[in-house]
């Protein structure tokens, strides 16, 4: 089972840039498809971009354009640069494997709004 450590968000304005990082540990990591998700208040957990083990991308329709998912698999690490951001986009941000979800780690919290 591996840890998931998301950090990075923060209270930006509308039009800003966040980049949010996820640090996992485990074996896996290296083949493993990964996401990012999100969670808004009264909403379910979406996901919103994922990365499969060779870099391939695909994004929801609501983010496509705007954020841009990277993985270093050296680092163990994922990242998502967040631009353009709007207010709906505030929500809690988690990452995880696509498939075969892990336990959820805490999340960061980005909050958009002026």
């Known amino acids: 089972q591996a840890q998931l450590v998301e950090s990075g968000g923060g209270l930006v304005q509308p039009g800003g840039s966040l980049r949010l990082s996820c640090a996992a540990s485990?074996?896996?990591?290296?083949?493993?498809?990964m996401g990012w998700y999100r969670q808004a208040p009264g909403n379910q957990r979406v996901l919103v971009a994922g990365?499969?083990?060779?870099?391939?991308?695909n994004y929801a329709d609501s983010v496509k354009g705007r954020f841009t998912i990277s993985r270093d698999n050296a680092k163990n690490t994922v990242y998502l640069q967040m631009n353009s951001l709007k207010p709906e986009d505030t929500a809690v941000y988690y990452c995880?494997?696509?498939?075969?979800?892990?336990?959820w780690g805490q999340g960061t919290l980005v909050t958009v709004s002026s």
């Open positions: 485990g074996s896996r990591f290296n083949i493993s498809a």
């Open positions: 990365i499969t083990p060779g870099g391939t991308t």
């Open positions: 995880n494997r696509v498939v075969g979800i892990y336990a």
